[in-house]
């Protein structure tokens, strides 16, 4: 297994699809994830609580993100 550094931003699944308008509510988001309707860096992802790092690429429906953080000063 691959050690993360600790201080690398991550943010969750339901989450990222929340803030990127894939999906409008919590609920949904949890439905298309746990529905298995979600992919992450190309495979099937089922866990909401996820964690994205920089650089990961979410698909949902004809959609497709790369998550990306913004350097802080």
């Known amino acids: 297994m691959t050690q993360v550094p ?21 609920g949904q988001a949890k439905l298309v994830i746990q529905g298995g309707f979600v992919e992450v860096n190309g495979e099937t992802e089922t866990r909401r609580k996820r964690k994205l790092r920089h650089g990961d690429v979410v698909s949902f429906e004809e959609a497709t993100v790369q998550v990306e953080f913004d350097e802080e000063s």
Not at 6 to 26: N, R
Request: overall charge negative.
């Open 6 to 26: 600790s201080d690398e931003p991550t943010i969750q699944l339901d989450q990222f699809l929340k803030i990127t308008d894939l999906v409008t509510t919590g």
